[in-house]
T-cell receptor, first 110, second 112 residues
């Protein structure tokens, strides 16, 4: 089955700097890659997703890049703000079974 | 509130007891998913329904776990003879076809 690895597990960046979180996946058939933001004790909320027919997608300060050959995808957050502090979880799927990474706790330092 | 809802939000039970959780998906969503999340981990897939049909079950879903979606709307997840290892957050999500999955707030289960 699919295996998703996520790095780093924790990340601290200065407010205003950029943050990058990387995920690798094992199943070359996976074609859908969402990123979720999960604040402590709350539900995961989708922040951006990408399908395998594109290499990059951007939404304001958030972007996701996908390298299908290397089987990895990354989340980029620019101009970070204190409210970006949360756990970010990546996922991959090619069917209904979404496989999640273990999450990255992002802390924005004011 | 038109989002996914779950009930109860918290459940404390003694080992060996049975518990049942409910999920109400977004009304027009035909797909419903159950996940389990433990501290420091991402959600783990348990099972999913398309309408009332349960189409896939994870190996994580032992014989003590059963899920139903009798009318293709709400779903229930029952855990029989609970064990301490069952303590986790149980998340429900719904989607339209293979679209975006929207998660509910979760039910936090504590088995003492």
């Amino acid at each position: 089955g699919e295996n998703v690895e996520q790095h780093p597990s924790t990340l601290s960046v200065q407010e205003g700097d950029s943050a990058v979180i990387k995920c690798t996946y094992s199943d070359s058939a996976s074609n859908y890659f969402p990123w979720y933001k999960q604040e402590l004790g709350k539900r995961p909320q989708l922040i951006i997703d990408i399908r395998s027919n594109v290499g990059e997608k951007k939404d304001q300060r958030i972007a996701v890049t996908l390298n299908k050959t290397a089987k990895h995808f990354s989340l980029h957050i620019t101009e970070t703000q204190p409210e970006d502090s949360a756990v970010y979880v990546c996922a991959a799927s090619q069917n209904e079974k979404l496989t999640f990474g273990t999450g990255t706790r992002l802390t924005i330092i004011p | 509130d038109t989002g996914v809802s779950q009930d109860p939000r918290h459940k404390i039970t003694k080992r060996g007891q049975n518990v049942t959780f409910r999920c109400d998906p977004i009304s027009e969503h035909n797909r419903l998913y159950w996940y389990r999340q433990t501290l420091g981990q991402g959600p783990e897939f348990l099972t999913y329904f398309q309408n009332e049909a349960q189409l896939e079950k994870s190996r994580l879903l032992s014989d003590r776990f059963s899920a139903e979606r009798p009318k293709g709307s709400f779903s229930t997840l029952e855990i029989q003879r609970t064990e301490q290892g069952d303590s986790a957050m149980y998340l429900c999500a719904s989607s339209l076809a293979s679209g975006i999955r929207y998660f509910g707030p979760g039910t936090r289960l504590t088995v003492t």
